[in-house]
């Protein structure tokens, strides 16, 4: 049901798959990422959960990058093998050098591969809708003309709905292809306290959603 259509090598010599899954001539494209951040290992779980359980094709055209972080993931760090943040690494207006090494999005916007990744798919498949997942404030966040699709996201998995997550994030994703590209972008922040399994109870129906309803 899902086949490869690109991938890159990160600095770790490991893959970053891009996916794309068997669809009907839909309209929407949607765009899923998980694994921004590598100690947030629970969205590739359920992305990969999706694709195994999906038999029928999506109605829309799905992209999908499980695991856009695998150096972190296998470090356990929140930040690639360069430790740098990937939300805070693209070439936002708004972005700064951040002091924090938590948030240390690099020198420079792009710099990163994984970032440049994720720019040359929105240039190349002009996504109508992002899906990222990340963790642990149980949270929809959205960014650009999302509040449609957020309140869905919402609904479903009964996560409350927050548009500014109360802090500056300067080279975020969000901000990069939500409020500046204006594509609608959500960044559904999931739970800690749960298995993955009870995870995917809960949110296994935003990927038919994403797949057929948007
Ligand atoms: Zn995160």
């Given at each position: 049901m899902m086949k490869e259509i690109k991938q890159i090598k990160t600095v770790g010599n490991r893959d970053v798959e891009l996916l794309k899954?068997?669809?009907?001539?839909?309209?929407?494209?949607?765009?899923i990422i998980g694994v921004f951040h590598g100690d947030?290992?629970?969205?590739?779980?359920?992305?990969?959960?999706?694709?195994?359980?999906?038999?029928?094709?999506?109605?829309?055209?799905?992209?999908?990058?499980?695991c856009l972080n695998?150096?972190?993931?296998?470090?356990?760090?929140?930040?690639?093998?360069?430790?740098?943040?990937?939300?805070?690494?693209?070439?936002?207006?708004n972005r700064k050098i951040i002091e924090d090494e938590h948030y240390f999005g690099g020198t420079e916007g792009g710099s990163e591969i994984e970032t440049q990744f994720i720019i040359d798919a929105l240039k190349?498949?002009?996504?109508?809708?992002?899906?990222?997942?990340?963790?642990?404030?149980?949270?929809?966040?959205?960014?650009?003309?999302?509040?449609k699709y957020a309140k869905d996201i919402s609904e479903i998995t009964g996560y409350p709905l927050e548009e500014d997550i109360g802090y500056e994030t300067p080279g975020s994703f969000g901000t990069y292809a939500g409020k500046e590209r204006?594509?609608?972008t959500i960044t559904l922040e999931l739970p800690e306290d749960k298995t993955?399994?009870?995870?995917?109870?809960?949110?296994?129906?935003?990927?038919?959603?994403?797949?057929?309803r948007i």
């Amino acid at each position: 049901m899902m086949k490869e259509i690109k991938q890159i090598k990160t600095v770790g010599n490991r893959d970053v798959e891009l996916l794309k899954a068997d669809s009907n001539s839909g309209d929407k494209t949607v765009l899923i990422i998980g694994v921004f951040h590598g100690d947030e290992p629970q969205g590739e779980y359920l992305i990969r959960k999706f694709m195994s359980q999906r038999k029928e094709p999506c109605k829309n055209q799905i992209y999908i990058i499980p695991c856009l972080n695998p150096d972190g993931k296998a470090l356990g760090t929140r930040q690639n093998a360069n430790g740098i943040d990937l939300n805070r690494n693209f070439p936002t207006k708004n972005r700064k050098i951040i002091e924090d090494e938590h948030y240390f999005g690099g020198t420079e916007g792009g710099s990163e591969i994984e970032t440049q990744f994720i720019i040359d798919a929105l240039k190349e498949y002009k996504p109508d809708f992002i899906l990222t997942i990340h963790a642990p404030y149980r949270v929809v966040n959205f960014d650009g003309n999302a509040e449609k699709y957020a309140k869905d996201i919402s609904e479903i998995t009964g996560y409350p709905l927050e548009e500014d997550i109360g802090y500056e994030t300067p080279g975020s994703f969000g901000t990069y292809a939500g409020k500046e590209r204006n594509i609608p972008t959500i960044t559904l922040e999931l739970p800690e306290d749960k298995t993955n399994e009870e995870l995917w109870e809960e949110t296994k129906e935003i990927f038919d959603y994403c797949a057929d309803r948007i």
